[in-house]
């Protein structure tokens, strides 16, 4: 029952105000354009607004409106998404945070009420609203609202009488400090690695642990995260237009190396189908600070990792971790929509037959001119 009321946006929305959980400005339902057209000038919410279908998750079924004339095929928009990929074409409307920050709270739950929180995770940095890199903890909160956003997770999921893992995400405005709740994931996500770094609890075992019903071996006072952790999807797409690249994986080689953490459903000779989700990789380093921890990402996306047969993010990745704004912290949601020119420039895709054609242009030129006198 749990799962499947905090599956529904709507529903979950009005869980969260019940148990005094500050949710965004929106209407639940709408049943045309003009209905949202009043809602806003009643409630005097400007554009931009987002549509959402109800049953939505991983970024499907959003769509934002920045004008008037847009609101009619974008509510159309959202409820055909929401219908073909979830069964349900019901939708909810909501003001849409300019400069918003994608913060989630990790919560694990025994059945015997006991409720604790294993600090935030950052997942701003997202392509067509789908992550693609994480951290922990968010460099974008101090240590009150840190408090004050987890202990809100914690009475939401004793709220609904939760157990197991799960996650409840919050949208953070910068230009106000202050936090929305988005939505309840009840299972375990992909992005629960770098809690389990900086923690040191293994999320998975406590999970398998609390459905046989035991009781949580420690108590909140206990969960002292003392590290850095960055993870990133490495999703088999053009860097420069996240288009999806399938074929056979030539070659696959990893160095790896301490405070490197990989999981991976491919290998060299892997068929990559256009059939289902593009992740093949997810790579997270950890260290004591954030500057080790990127800096371990940066050795393995530009030495220590070579996919060919397909494209992958790499490139990309790349270039937003050694972006100014992400080193410094300051970066919303709309980040890669507003730098997208700027990283796309920083690095050049050429595939593995124009490596070659060069390689043998090269020696052909040994061949007949000698070798240079630089060499």
Request: proline share 5%; hydrophobic share 40%; glycine share 6%.
């Amino acid at each position: 029952d749990v799962i499947h009321m905090m599956g529904d946006k709507i529903e979950s929305k009005k869980i969260a105000i019940a148990a005094d959980v500050p949710t965004i400005p929106g209407i639940n339902s709408p049943k045309n354009a003009e209905e949202i057209r009043r809602w806003m000038k009643e409630e005097d919410v400007a554009f931009p607004v987002i549509i959402k279908a109800s049953s939505g998750g991983g970024g499907k079924g959003m769509v934002k409106v920045s004008s008037d004339p847009e609101i009619e095929n974008a509510l159309a928009q959202a409820r055909s998404e929401g219908k073909k990929s979830f069964g349900n074409d019901e939708v909810l409307v909501e003001k849409f945070i300019e400069k918003g920050r994608h913060i989630e709270v990790q919560i694990i739950a025994d059945q015997h009420g006991n409720v604790i929180h294993l600090y935030e995770r950052e997942c701003t940095l997202q392509r067509r609203n789908q992550k693609i890199i994480e951290e922990a903890p968010s460099p974008s909160i101090d240590d009150d609202i840190r408090r004050s956003i987890c202990e809100t997770a914690v009475r939401l999921m004793q709220k609904i009488g939760y157990s197991s893992a799960g996650t409840v995400e919050f949208l953070f405005d910068s230009a106000t400090s202050r936090f929305y709740f988005l939505e309840v994931n009840t299972r375990l996500q992909v992005e629960h690695g770098i809690t389990e770094l900086v923690t040191g609890v293994d999320i998975v075992s406590l999970m398998l642990d609390v459905a046989e019903g035991e009781k949580l071996p420690f108590a909140q006072e206990d969960i002292n995260p003392n590290r850095w952790a960055l993870e990133v999807r490495l999703n088999a797409e053009d860097p420069a237009t996240f288009s999806p690249s399938f074929g056979n994986i030539s070659r696959l080689h990893l160095n790896l190396y301490p405070g490197v953490r990989v999981s991976q459903g491919v290998y060299e000779g892997s068929d990559i189908p256009p059939y289902y989700d593009s992740l093949i990789m997810l790579l997270m380093t950890s260290g004591p600070d954030r500057e080790t921890a990127i800096m371990k990402m940066d050795s393995i996306l530009c030495r220590n990792l070579r996919v060919e047969g397909v494209k992958t993010l790499a490139p990309m990745l790349l270039s937003i971790i050694r972006h100014e704004d992400f080193i410094s912290g300051d970066f919303s949601t709309r980040f890669i929509e507003e730098h997208m020119d700027e990283l796309v420039s920083k690095f050049t895709e050429d595939d593995s037959e124009e490596e070659a054609l060069k390689i043998a242009r090269y020696v052909a030129e040994i061949s007949a001119l000698g070798t240079p006198n630089w060499i």
